[in-house]
């Protein structure tokens, strides 16, 4: 299963953009993980920007569901960002609550790693939950 979720991370061009790496996928769950790069990812204040805490929520989410219903569309996600996203990775760990014919309930957290000497520290950073719905395979419209 890590492969074929690596194959469709690997496919999308935000994805590779960003730098999502699928470190973790099966049995309805799955994980991700993002190194931080200062020149593009942060907001005014030089945190991780809320949109890539939201596409990791949103991503993860996604990615767990699809362990377990085959490709699936998210309808509806919510994030909750509850501290600043400092640090040098970070890593977004999804799991499906239930999942049903027309829908899969999904939750994530999102952790910030840093190293002080050697000392590593994670820190829950956000939050979210995903609704998802199975699609049948097709070719994306042009």
């Not at 609550?97 to 000392?119: H, I, N, S």
Request: aromatic letters at 8%; hydrophobic letters at 55%; charged letters at 20%.
């Amino acid at each position: 299963m890590l492969d074929t979720i690596a194959a469709i991370n690997a496919s999308a061009a935000f994805n590779r953009w960003a730098g999502f790496e699928v470190t973790q996928a099966a049995d309805g769950q799955a994980e991700l993980q993002l190194a931080w790069r200062a020149q593009d990812m942060g907001q005014y204040a030089g945190f991780l920007h809320a949109g890539l805490i939201g596409a990791l929520i949103d991503t993860v989410c996604g990615f767990a569901a699809a362990t377990v219903s085959g490709r699936v569309l998210a309808s509806h996600f919510a994030v909750n960002c509850l501290a600043p996203a400092v640090g040098e990775r970070f890593v977004a760990k999804g799991r499906v609550v239930r999942a049903g014919r027309k829908q899969v309930f999904t939750t994530a957290e999102l952790f910030a790693e840093a190293r002080a000497g050697d000392a590593a520290t994670r820190k829950l950073v956000a939050t979210g939950d995903a609704i998802l719905v199975p699609v049948e395979d097709a070719a994306p419209a042009r």
